[in-house]
């Protein structure tokens, strides 16, 4: 025998309200939508481009390099060519990797 559905979501009968109140929840709920449009409007925001906006946006942390923006001369790693920022003995944490594996690759050890 299968397992009784669970009911998802409110599953409130149609019944539920007295007619008055759910028209007047329904004249209410009218209102603010006319009301958010509206005020939409005034602020010289279309409601067109909108929804666009928002799905195009970013969503989480942005990238650390739009977010620090240019990395100052001095703090450069000294690779010519690299434009990140230095992590340890003046390189950048790529460089430094790299030249970390060389080392332990040439039996060094680091
Ligand atoms: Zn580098």
């Not at 007047?24 to 481009?49: C, K, P, Q, Y």
């Amino acid at each position: 025998m299968p397992r009784p559905r669970k009911p998802t979501g409110p599953s409130l009968p149609p019944s539920a309200l007295p007619p008055a109140l759910a028209s007047w929840a329904e004249a209410i709920g009218d209102a603010i939508g006319r009301g958010v449009i509206r005020a939409l409007h005034e602020n010289g925001i279309s409601t067109a481009g909108a929804p666009a906006a928002v799905t195009t946006r970013r969503r989480g942390r942005p990238p650390k390099m739009l977010a620090s923006g240019p990395v100052a001369p001095e703090r450069r790693c000294t690779v010519p060519g690299c434009e990140r920022e230095s992590r340890s003995k003046g390189l950048c944490s790529a460089h430094y990797q790299a030249e970390r594996r060389r080392q332990l690759a040439a039996g060094k050890k680091v």
